[in-house]
């Protein structure tokens, strides 16, 4: 079954680093042209997008984490990455990964869980 696998969530002190990875296991050659990002959701809160990384390489960020968190991707590893630093108990959510291509491609991780302790 293709799916995105996420990894490398955890808990870590206010302060801290982390860093998510997402593998996308699609066996066709498509993933440099999709569109990746992290989204996250805390409890009682809507999903929110945290930050995208575009077939070019061009980002965007949610307000809330610019200037803190990276995102990037490796095209031959079809792995994308969220590098998060300085991280503060808001940031503790369930991030989830998510690929999109124009109309015909909707995907989403399972989630890895991020806490944040002060």
């Known amino acids: 079954q293709v799916q995105l696998v996420e990894s490398g969530g955890g808990v870590v002190q206010a302060g801290g680093s982390l860093r998510l990875s997402c593998t996308d296991s699609?066996?066709?050659?498509?993933?440099?042209?999709?569109?990746m990002a992290w989204y996250r959701q805390a409890p009682g809160k809507q999903r929110e997008l945290v930050a995208g990384i575009a077939n070019n390489h061009n980002t965007n960020y949610g307000d809330s984490v610019e200037g803190r968190f990276t995102i990037s991707r490796d095209n031959r590893k079809k792995t994308v990455y969220l590098q998060m630093n300085n991280l503060n108990p808001e940031d503790t959510a369930v991030y989830y990964c998510h690929a999109r291509r124009g109309t015909v491609l909707n995907r989403w991780g399972q989630g890895t869980q991020v806490t944040v302790s002060s």
């Open positions: 699609d066996p066709t050659n498509t993933f440099s042209i999709n569109f």
